[in-house]
């Protein structure tokens, strides 16, 4: 059924894909090293283990989402996203609480967070929508466009809770309006709204987060106000990646991860584990491959053959360079901490095969750009 | 436009990724030392270890004080939450409750091992030994504890431990370094021998992660044991004492004449150091505090009192050195008193004690001999002797000890702002009035009267180099007065002829001390208005071995009571010796 055209294979983003994997197995080598045995014990089988085959998981899915024209995804967004909001809604109800946020929809062999999958509706959903727009944008259909798929996720993923998806899915739209063109007016209207509401709102919003966000907020703005309660996860990561100076601690010498002293180090603070093993050195090598990754996805957007492909891969890699500075910045002490996983590198599958989809997409983009019209 | 939106977001990139390898440069190359030396003190945990105390042994090798072991239970803060308390509350016999309490109070600190009952009986370890499985993180400890053998008997000289508190730190700022459960020696010779006895502490470095566990030992520096204490002091005599002394308040101290050594020293009433070492019940401490017999005090050095007809043996030797009396002299002829213008000088025995020579003078205690002995010399030739002797300043013996009051015309104007009058002179030639001794003070007052003529500086610790001051006394005189206390118990009119022994042939003086006046007295019957009564001795009298003092506190009179208690310590020591030589 599936027709494999040569020029298709010759035009596989090589570089892009064995960046991502190597990012992955080092990602690997992390989790193995922050887990390791006989500290760690309990998870069976281990997280890399667990890792190693999500990633199997990821790629074959990879394959299957290069497999087929991305544009004939634009034909069914509107049945995607009302699954998506369908997913988010029923995570309200139904979904499993851990740690005081209700993220996870339980099928009894797996567990997974719908706000991932989501996010890949999401993008393809409004690309699609904005691809048939004339550009640019009245007012009105930015409003609406604004509400639609901004708004009505953002509360859904804000009340699971969940700030950081939801944030981060208000600045995609904005990002992805103003590359199909928003009315200048409204874009000054929103910013003013934003400096507006820091000033005088904040006090409302303030009210309205979660004590532990509140506590997160209060421990990045000064961390040695309670270094032993709140802002534990902040001073604990900077020891973590300030101790590897230069060379690093050595591979599997790192302390800070398996003797628990930095929490959540398989997920969110994987990054602090690779620094304090690796040092400065090994950590500009892995920054290299980000950047290698993230300039080589973004030359997609440039040279797509459409709008949708166009939007596609904007939207993708916005969300990729998004989920990256917040969580390194965040594992740096120079953002708030907001539970974020690290692209390719922490441990999660759900997360693990969202992002290969959303590769998988943009190398779609890529491969196809000189098919000038549509089979 | 695209191209310019472009171009941003390829800036937008880059200078993320600018910042973040600036702040890794920040963390890793600027700060990198700091924060690595963070992360060392997260993992690696200094445990302090103390060193085992040095035993202390009295003058025949016997240990006083001895280091046990003391198991204790305990448990993992990590595992409290799936515990069954039934099972310990059952072996260790603690309610449930308690268990609970302590696990709820201590579950903040996560690293520290709950305490739940300490001094387990072999018993009670041997249960839980065999039923660790069934209670997860379960630790059962062994520390050193220290056992004072003798208790209540030397509580007073030896002293106890307890835990270190900010006086100590402000005294010895090494202590800052020492962990919270290190303990040091609170009084006594703990205290003041602490620095030999403590020992060097050992160290303990171990890797340990979040949670507190000690996951893996990086180097160990054994602890080195306190140096051991070889006392001067004979347990024999010190449990003797103790055994007779118990049923009073007061004090037993005696001296070796020739050295100066401490053979024993006991207080009563007393307490149980033993208590002392785990965590002082805080009952029984008010009960301490708020006791009005001061048990706390160690009333052989801190305990202050008017000397009483005890001091006469120091009037006398003034008589006798400065040439005003021979010893047959009949110096007086006593009626019963001494009337001075208005005022009436009584002698304790109202018939009176007609003629009266030195000797007869000082074995019947005759008040009015000594008025005019004390006329004819004058108060500074009776404080000059006192003071030689070693009244009225410490005596060096190390331990917190009173320094007592000899007075004089120029005390008396200087702190009381009036004239010396004869009466005064009078009050003090028979001990009473504003003199103020301790019973070591007599004790050595004693030796010094019976060894020659050396005053000895006390010493506890044997094989100390001591230092002595040879007074220039005549030994024929020495000898007439050691001859006249012998004549106080041995013979019939002696003031203690009822406390003479058929064991051993023991000499000494009797002291009755007045707390308050006869009329009070009277009028009164109540046992804080009781008298003192001392008896300051040696034994045996040819060739002395010991000189000692007794103080019973309101206990009557000095030949009723202090006199008899002397001699059942002194007896109760030889039969002990001889049962050991039986034993034996």
Known sequence: MLKIDRRLIENFDWITFITVIVICFIGILTIYSATRPPLDEGERPPFYIKQIIWLTIAIIFLFIFVSFDYTKLKNFWIIFYLFGFFLLIIVLFSGKTAMGAKRWINLGFFSFQPSEIFKIIFVISLSAYLSDKKSPLTIFESIKILIIFALLPFILIFKQPDLGTALMIVFITFIMLIYKGIPTRLLIFFVCLALVSVFFLWEILWEGLKEYQRNRLTAFIDPTVDPKGIGYNIVQSMITVGSGQFFGKGFLSGTQGPLKFLPERQTDFIFPIFAEEWGFLGCLVLLSLYLIFFVRIFKVSTIAKDSFGNLLSIGFTTIFIFYFFINIGMTLGIMPVVGIPLPFMSYGGTTLLANFIGIALIINVRMRRFELFYP | ?584
């Open chain 2, 1 to 584: 436009m695209n191209n310019i939106k472009n171009k941003l977001y390829m800036g937008l990139i880059f200078f993320i990724f600018f910042i973040v390898v600036i702040r890794l440069f920040h963390l890793q190359i600027i700060k990198g030392e700091v924060y690595n030396k963070l992360s060392e003190q997260n993992r690696v945990r200094t445990i302090k270890i103390p060193a085992p105390r040095g035993i202390i042994y009295d003058r025949n090798g016997i240990p006083l004080v001895e280091n046990i072991p003391s198991f204790s239970v305990s448990l993992s803060p990590e595992y409290t939450q799936n515990i069954d308390i039934k099972i310990l509350s059952k072996i260790l016999n603690v309610p449930e409750e308690e268990i609970a309490n302590k696990i709820k109070k201590k579950s903040e600190s996560v690293y520290i091992p709950i305490r739940i009952k300490e001094n387990l009986t072999f018993k009670e370890v041997a249960m839980l030994e065999a039923r660790k499985s069934e209670i997860p993180g379960l630790l059962i400890e062994i520390e050193i504890k220290r056992h004072y053998v003798y208790k209540e008997a030397t509580a007073h000289l030896i002293g106890y431990l307890g835990k270190i508190t900010e006086e100590h730190i402000k005294n010895n700022p090494s202590f800052r370094e020492f962990p919270h459960y290190f303990k040091v020696g609170q009084a006594g010779l703990e205290y003041i021998y602490d620095g030999k006895l403590r020992g060097i502490p050992g160290e303990k470095v171990v890797e340990v992660d979040a949670l507190g566990r000690e996951l893996r030992l990086i180097r160990e520096i054994p602890p080195q044991k306190g140096e051991d204490l070889y006392l001067t002091m004979d347990a024999f005599l010190q449990e003797a004492a103790y055994e007779t002394l118990k049923n009073y308040d007061g004090t037993f101290i005696a001296i070796k004449p020739d050295s100066g050594e401490i053979l024993a020293l006991v207080s009563t009433p007393s307490f149980d150091s033993n208590l002392f070492v785990e965590r002082i019940d805080p009952k029984y401490w008010t009960e301490l505090i708020n006791n009005p017999k001061k048990p706390l005090l160690n009333k052989a050095i801190q305990g202050l009192y008017p000397p009483g007809s005890t001091f006469k043996v120091i009037t006398a030797l003034a008589g006798l050195e400065e040439g005003l009396i021979t010893p047959e002299q009949i110096l007086t002829i006593c009626r019963g008193g001494l009337s001075i213008g208005k005022w009436f000088f009584a002698c304790w025995k109202k018939e009176g004690h007609g003629p009266v020579n030195l000797r007869k003078a000082l074995a019947e205690s005759c008040d009015v001999y000594f008025y005019e002995l004390g006329r004819i010399l004058g108060i500074n030739r009776i404080s000059k002797y006192a003071k030689a002797l070693g009244l009225g300043s410490p005596t060096g013996f190390g331990f917190d000890e009173k320094n007592g009051l000899v007075p004089d015309e120029e005390w008396k104007m200087k702190v009381l702002k009036t004239n010396w009058f004869l009466g005064d002179t009078f009050n003090t030639a028979i001990g009473q009035g504003f003199l103020r001794v301790t019973p070591l003070q007599m004790a050595l007052v004693m030796a010094t009267i019976v060894n020659g003529g050396i005053k000895h500086k006390p010493t506890i610790i044997r094989n100390m180099q001591t230092n002595y001051e040879r007074l220039n006394l005549n030994q024929n005189n020495l000898n007439i007065i050691k001859d006249a206390l012998i004549a106080v118990v041995n013979e019939p009119s002696g003031t203690a002829a009822q406390a003479r022994s058929n064991l051993i042939k023991f000499g000494g003086k009797t002291g009755t001390v007045q707390v308050v006046s006869k009329k009070v007295k009277e009028k009164f019957s109540h046992k804080h208005f009781e008298h003192h009564a001392w008896f300051i001795g040696f034994a045996p009298v040819d060739t002395p071995e010991i000189a000692f003092s007794v103080i019973i506190e309101h206990g009557g009179s000095g030949g009723a009571v202090a006199a008899p208690v002397a001699k059942n310590i002194l007896e109760g020591y030889i039969l002990k010796k001889r049962q050991l030589n039986v034993e034996n």
